[in-house]
């Protein structure tokens, strides 16, 4: 098992833009896939963003590609999302994920470790 906490998140206005971050404690992080995941109000947790353990392999939901980055720095036990030109829709609580093997997914079900949550605002 590895603990997730999440930071970065808050208020901005639409255009703008935040860093989320994700602390990881535990053991083999650089062996695990990160995934970010965000819930709105009312709706059902959504992938976001993932990468494997290598950082090589990346993936995106369609709606934040041009949009959104994630990045991940092994040696600090830590993965990132940057995410500029923020929308309204963009609003909800971000999740950070962790597999137990380094093979990247988009799906909720596959990953065994969960943050907290930072909430994301974003004005119109």
């Known amino acids: 098992q590895v603990q997730l906490v999440e930071s970065g998140g808050g208020l901005v206005q639409a255009g703008g833009s935040l860093r989320l971050s994700c602390a990881a404690s535990?053991?083999?992080?650089?062996?695990?896939?990160m995934g970010w995941f965000r819930q709105a109000p009312g709706k059902e947790r959504e992938f976001v963003a993932t990468?494997?353990?290598?950082?090589?392999?990346?993936y995106y939901k369609e709606s934040v590609k041009d949009r959104f980055t994630i990045s991940r720095e092994n040696a600090k036990n830590t993965v990132y999302l940057q995410m500029n030109s923020l929308k309204p829709e963009d609003t909800a609580v971000y999740y950070c994920?962790?597999?137990?093997?380094?093979?990247?997914?988009?799906?909720?079900?596959?990953?065994?470790?969960w943050g907290q949550g930072t909430q994301v605002t974003v004005s119109s």
């Open positions: 994920a962790a597999r137990p093997i380094t093979v990247t997914s988009t799906k909720r079900d596959e990953y065994s470790s």
């Open positions: 535990g053991s083999s992080f650089n062996i695990r896939a």
């Open positions: 990468i494997s353990g290598s950082g090589r392999a990346i």
